[in-house]
């Protein structure tokens, strides 16, 4: 009912609207065009003086609302680099901004249509030319400059030192891998994947240095700490997003891709410094991936030395999920046996 | 003389070229209704089937965009009608996620390609090249009527997959595959991409033949006296844009060709390494590379933004020279910036995957080269400034969509540097950041220079105009409603809100736009009921219009002024009018203005 009677006053509303519209053109004809066209042209003249006023308040307005809710400080070494070249640029276009919307609101304003004045014909002047293709391009190329500077400084290779997490999307959820004490991840391939035999990432169990590794659904990080992921899917494109220390990676399927980053504040830190006792690092997915696209969503707890190593000692290796309480050498190739047997009666 | 074997035109038409006009050259073909209106050869009329069929598709795009902004703005309230219309698709009436990223991925395609290319280009191409140029009609005018019909069709194919059991194609409007291959993934990705993938090669053909017919026209078929540097912009901009679309929708073609071929006969171009976890099953394919796909898509993809934004920004420069009565400021540097913005756009598709593990080398050349591309940007802005400066600015409708294409293009082309960057691309990426810079800096944009041409060419289309008091509503609303929908759009992106989330409560960091999405949601809604209008506006004019009395309205200097005010096939009623001078003769020697057929006067100052 209460669609119905909007719909109602919007078709109402347009019925006058247009019978306005409609007797506007007749009542122009009768008190000659010329006339009523130079009064429109006056009235839109002033309407974009208006414009430019109220635009540049509400662009104004709009920073006052929202800028407390776009992310403080960047939480990673990285993300302060991006930050920089985020403001250096904010200051350079938006320098641009303001003197080209004033000129063109203003021009148009001046130079509305008036009997007082002719136009002036003015084809071209090379000097100005010259000057306004000069002046940007060395804008540009000192953008371009400090940009690649801090591209090659984040997206060089990570330091020997780095701890390693493999990072693997699947629809719609994170898994994470860590190499366990030897430091090496164990090889893995994908038709191995058999989540109900507890081996989600297809880790082949023959390669000895998969018997440490632990796979977990939280990412847990150290703080002033180089982190590298190695990131893959299972399944279609995923992204590695993570906002709050301004880094983001695809993550492909038969294609690994890597990031480095040096998260800056504990999880704890960033509760105390938000003063939000929920605060918490998320990872979102940033490349469409199907209808959870929107759910995909990860934690990551970045704490000190002490606590990751604590929380890692606490975890169980993946291969005793996959061999629950034997003796690891004896099951393997019985298992083995069996499996091709059952393949040989299809 | 090539074009007079083609012509079909009415009875009192002299077809024949100043050669031969003295044999009386009369075609005398009875045109029928099938003929006049439905397979027409005559270029004004393909034109106007583009155009109208453009308005069908943005009326459905932007309905779809009305559909997932509710969802968006309003993610807890239902919308029982909304049932009632699409049953299981809003079960409860609540839009699903398959049917809001259905509605997306639709919303994009039909948009980017459907509206702002075959109905923005297909429009003004068709009804300006042979009318400005001083041609009878296009190269080949049958070609031009099949690149419509090959159009139809794909719209026929597209609209049908609308309709399949799985819902049309999800996965986002450029369909990255591992998603868009697989049926299982994704239930869009089942026989609606395929029908997506069907309309889009067809789709390609009929922008392959309407370009080919454009360039060749535009380089053999200009009447005497009219050299390139006499061309009016607007035919510049047509002419690189069919450069543009026939040098790079092969690629995209190419590529869609072997997405079927994964999809349907088992190849690896695109897959490899997959486990499908809804059946648990591990595909056969090794070795295929799904960025592959990426850099032949945007290999299209990227000139393709410039194939939408060239036709306005020719409009627009032609537009604001007629309504300023000033000649376009710096004729030549618009030209060679056009000319470097079309080579340029095909040495920056890269920009769009810095986040795919590129190459960093290979980004940093991608980076200079995409910033590049701001020079030539920023010369066009100076000069449609420098032309509005001591202008004798009349605002018609049309003028007022042209400013507000500078204004939108400045505001937009600027958040392009930061995303052209790669080191703030790494923050900005696939957020909200992205979907705010292009649909102001191409979407509205472009829209606005497709609303220039509309209001300004409408009385050469149908001897009538539209009615000004609702254009201009519809400029001041369209206009504030891009700005309040769009501007504070950007600072979701920059808190990281990534792009084609239909629902934020579960992210504690991103879950705090609901104000601003209820407001964007009510906003977006006002501007597409005034787009109806707009649309009503259109259709009642052509019949009910007040009509043209005077030949050149606007006081032009091009030559699609010198037709009769209702032209039939074959434009001019005599000899095609030979030109003189170049298309900016205003305000020139106290005159103000001088149509391009007049000779040079003695003593006349060279400009």
Known sequence: MQTFFVILILAFGFLITFQIAKTSEYVAVLRGEEKARKQTNRINAFLLLIFLIAGLIGVYYCNERLKGKILGEAASIQGEKIDTMLYITLAVTGIVFFITQILLFWFAFKYQESDQRKAYYFPHNNKLEIIWTVIPAIALTALVGFGIYYWFKITGDAPQDAMQVEVTGSQFKWEFRYPGKDGIFGKKYYKQIDPEKNNPLGQLWDDPYNRDDIVINEMHIVVNKPVKLIIGSKDVIHDVGLAQFRMKMDAVPGTPTTMWFTPKYTTRQMIEKSGDPDFVYELSCDQLCGKGHYSMRGVVIVETQEEFDRWLISKQPQYMAAHPAQAPQKTQPADTTKRVAANMNK | ?607
Request: aromatic share 16%.
């Open chain 2, 1 to 607: 003389m090539s074009n007079d074997s083609n012509l079909h035109g009415k009875p009192e038409i002299v077809t024949g070229h100043e050669v031969h006009h003295d044999e009386h050259h009369v075609h005398h073909h009875k045109e029928t209704f099938i003929t006049k209106y439905v397979f027409s050869q005559d270029h004004k009329t393909i034109g106007k089937q583009f155009l109208i069929t453009g308005i069908a598709w943005a009326i459905i795009g932007g309905l779809f965009s009305v559909l997932f902004r509710l969802q968006l703005g309003f993610p807890d309230q239902t919308f029982p009608i909304l049932e009632t219309f699409f049953g299981r698709y809003a079960k409860g009436g609540q839009i699903q996620p398959e049917f809001y990223y259905a509605l997306i991925t639709m919303h994009g395609t039909v948009l980017v390609f459907f509206v702002l290319t075959a109905g923005l280009s297909g429009t003004f191409a068709n009804l300006l090249i042979p009318l400005q140029c001083g041609a009878r009609d296009m190269a080949s005018p049958f070609l031009n009527m099949l690149s419509y019909w090959f159009f139809f069709m794909a719209s026929v194919v597209m609209v049908s997959s609308l309709f399949v059991s799985t819902g049309p194609a999800s996965g986002g409007w450029t369909s990255y595959p591992p998603l868009s291959a697989l049926g299982d993934a994704n239930q869009g990705s089942k026989i609606g991409t395929d029908l997506w993938l069907i309309a889009m090669a067809l789709f390609v053909v009929s922008s392959l033949l309407g370009g080919l017919n454009y360039i060749s026209t535009i380089l053999n078929m200009r009447t005497k006296g009219m050299s390139m540097t006499r061309l009016p912009l607007t035919i510049w901009a047509l002419f690189f844009t069919a450069i543009l679309g026939v040098l790079s929708f092969p690629v995209l073609l190419s590529g869609f060709i072997l997405l079927l071929f994964d999809r349907n006969l088992g190849t690896s171009f695109y897959l490899s390494d997959i486990f499908v976890s809804q059946t648990g099953q591990a595909l056969p394919n090794e070795g295929g590379s799904a960025i592959l796909y990426q850099h032949l898509f945007w290999f299209l993809g990227h000139p393709e933004v410039y194939i939408i934004i060239l036709p306005s920004m020719g409009i627009v420069s032609e537009v604001l020279a007629v309504n300023s009565r000033k000649p376009i400021f710096g004729y030549m540097a618009m030209v060679g910036s056009l000319f470097a913005i079309t080579i340029l756009a095909f040495l920056v598709w890269a920009h769009h995957m810095f986040v795919t593990g590129l190459n960093p080398f290979l980004g940093s050349i991608f980076v200079l080269l995409t910033l590049l591309i701001a020079v030539p940007s920023a010369i066009k802005v100076f000069n449609w400034l420098t032309t509005l400066w001591r202008g004798n600015i009349r605002f018609t409708p049309a003028t007022l969509f042209s400013i507000g294409f500078v204004s939108l293009f400045i505001s937009g082309g600027l958040t392009g540097v930061f995303l052209g960057n790669s080191t703030i691309d790494i923050h900005l990426h696939d957020t909200k950041f992205i979907v705010a810079h292009f649909h102001i800096v191409m979407g509205v944009a472009s829209f606005f220079g497709m609303f220039a041409g509309v209001y300004h060419w409408f009385p050469k289309m149908f001897g009538r105009y539209l009615n000004s008091t609702l254009g201009f509503i519809h400029f001041w609303v369209t206009m504030a409603g891009a700005y309040l929908i769009f501007w504070p759009m950007h600072y979701e992106g920059l808190a990281g809100v990534p792009r084609r989330y239909l629902d934020l409560s579960g992210w504690h960091n991103f879950n705090k736009f609901g104000e601003l999405n209820k407001m964007i949601t009510v906003v977006s809604i006002i501007v597409f009921a005034v787009q109806l209008m707009f649309i009503f506006n259109f259709f009642y004019s052509i019949f009910k219009g007040r009509k043209v009395r005077h030949q050149n309205p606007w006081g032009a200097n091009t030559l699609e002024w010198t037709t009769p005010i209702r032209p039939g096939h074959g434009n001019w009623t005599g000899e095609i009018p030979e030109v003189h001078r170049w298309a900016y003769d205003y305000g020139k020697d106290g005159r103000e203005f001088i149509p391009q057929t007049e000779p040079i006067g003695k003593g006349e100052g060279h400009h």
